[in-house]
């Protein structure tokens, strides 16, 4: 409470200093104390003001005056005894008129003198004893002196002029010489009071100048201990957990407010080490899972170099024992038919149709491999050219299902040509498919613009498909139906979804329709995605020839036989997926 710190410890933390009166009272005690200094002076000041005044006052307005008519007091006597002297001597009446102005003047002198000395006895018995004295030397001197004059002459009022009258005279001077005596003093007094108040106002003054200015280093002295100097030790260690010394403790010290700020940035420091604590750990679980992600990247190149040599055993070292097999099996179809019993002919259909099978399947496994990976780039696209090339390619499975192929306005987007070629013949030639017995199928290609991206459906009028199996279409090798009832190996749609996801879309399967079935997928607008990371993979070395000396069946950059329409399919309306979708105002049908 006297001003020093205090120590505060607490187990297992450093000495924090605080202060027992917080910084508001400490500022309310000086204020208080300096206020009420300044406060006593300036009712002291007041006080001697008023003295000061009131000095000043009867300086001007009473000593003044007084001395004034002090003065002028004695020639009003002295031309009263010249002027019965002198009429003494002449006897003419006009010789007594300064006596009366002089009696005239000495009576407003003395009455005006009278009213100024009411509060000051000693003066005022003075001057009424030269009054006294005066009427007395006029009645013994004067007024005889004049009578003898006007009756006798001259000479009878000259013989009344004698040493007796002239002492009484005398008598009246020195009274009036100490009656100014008198107010010369009092105004010496009064004017001495004036300078003293005068100087002790100053002083006050001074006092109160001194007091303020005192105050005022009292203030800063404090606010220098109190607030600066705690306030700049907290900035310093501010700037030094800013500069990275997290773990640094915060001392707490100065006033109380002071104190509770350190500890609620000292609060902060501790969250920010801790948030920084787990900062740190989850950045080296981030290194350890990206070094895992590194290795098993690494390990999927290996895997993707092996799965591009499986793709080369399976097109050729695979396919050309299939060729010979499915080839002289027909050739033992063909020559043997009928010379043999049912059942060798029948056994015979069967490796036939196995081996075209496998072949089938081969294939149609290395063009799902190679979506992605064998790349031509990206480039723009004109989707309606694209439906115009789709449109060809299954012209002869519609003439044979009676069906019909329209399409909207078509926006130009960026990818690969013969992928999406690929993607909109398996789309259509699966509505061919499935199409519903004795209904002619009908399919409608469209478009629309959602955000960033273009959204394209392809819907048709076929058998549809039940919500459970939306997910399972997609997946390779999963059918709905039995090979006998819809022939094919399954793998078209599943190319379909590899193909929109390589040109960074989505696919999926709209179940708000009354009738047949609409799949969506999106494109995005004018963005041309970062090639895969399959891509990087290396080529193929060159293609040999086949063990019996013959080229090995040509491919196209889809993946698929350049001689097959589509994929998965022995007959000609077999080969892809189904949907539905929107678009522009432009029909287009093939």
Known sequence: ???????????????????????????????????????????????????????????????????????SLPTALVNQQTAVRGYAVSGDRADLVPYNDGLAQEGVLIARMDTLLHDQPAIRRQLHLVRDQAAQWRADVAIPMIDATASGGPSAGQALITDQGRRQFEELRGSTERLQDLVLDLRNEVAGKARKTGNTLVFLLILAAAVVILA??????????????????????????????????????????????????DAMRQRIAADLAEVREARTRIEWVNSQLQKQAEELVRSNRDLEQFAYVASHDLQEPLRKVASFCQLLQRRYA????????????????????????????LAFSRIGRLTTGFAEVDLNQVMG?????????????????TWSELPTVQGEEALLTNLLVNLVSNSLKFRRPEVPPRIRISARRVGDEWEITCEDNGIGIEPEFVDKIFVIFQR????????????????VKKIVEYHGGRIWVDLDVTEGTRIRFTLPVGIEPDPPALAATPAVPEQPTGPDGREPERVDGTGRDAERESIGSDDPTTGGPDGPQTGGTKEIVA
């Open 1 to 71: 409470m006297n001003g020093e710190p205090e120590i505060d410890r607490e187990p297992g933390s450093t000495a924090r200093r605080q202060f027992g009166w917080s910084l508001r009272r400490r500022v309310t005690a000086l204020c208080v104390v300096v206020g009420t200094v300044l406060g006593l002076l300036a009712v002291g000041e007041a006080l001697v003001a008023n003295d000061n005044r009131s000095h000043l006052d009867t300086l001007l307005t009473k000593t003044g005056p007084l001395r004034t008519d002090a003065e």
């Open 216 to 265: 005022g280093v009292a203030l800063v002295v404090s606010l220098n201990r109190v607030v600066i100097g705690p306030v700049t030790t907290l900035a310093e260690q501010v700037r030094a957990v800013a500069g990275g010394e997290y773990q640094r403790e915060i001392i707490r010290s100065g006033p109380p407010e002071l104190a509770q700020l350190a500890g609620d940035v």
């Open 338 to 365: 009928g010379q043999l019993d049912e059942r060798a002919d029948q056994y015979i259909a069967f490796a036939v149709d196995g081996a075209q099978r496998m072949q089938r399947l081969i294939n149609d496994l």
């Open 389 to 405: 090339e789709v449109a060809q390619q299954t012209e002869a499975a519609r003439e044979y299902a009676s069906g019909e192929l």
């Open 480 to 495: 709905l139906h039995s090979k006998d009832a819809y022939p094919g190996t399954g793998i078209g749609l599943a190319i």
